[in-house]
């Protein structure tokens, strides 16, 4: 699949999608649980580093694909 029929695809997506709401909380239940888990390493006084990666990977991952559905 190329990008433009995926931008097209997920710009067929509206707020109220059955396929987007499963996308948005799956995405935004990763970026939480990431998020709390770098918070607590960080309390612990471990290495946080890849957590954040993680977490941030996550949400741009979210903002593209949000990108994408509004055009």
């Not at 190329?2 to 995405?27: M, N, P, V």
């Not at 890849?50 to 979210?62: I, K, M, P, S």
């Amino acid at each position: 699949m190329d990008e433009l029929t995926i931008r097209k695809s997920l710009a067929s997506l509206t707020d109220d999608s059955d396929i987007w709401q499963a996308l948005d909380s799956i995405l935004t239940e990763g970026k939480t649980n990431a998020t709390q888990v770098a918070i607590d390493v960080a309390v612990k006084g471990e290495d946080r580093t890849w957590q954040c990666g993680y977490a941030a990977a996550l949400t741009d991952l979210h903002r593209q694909l949000e990108r994408y559905r509004k055009g």
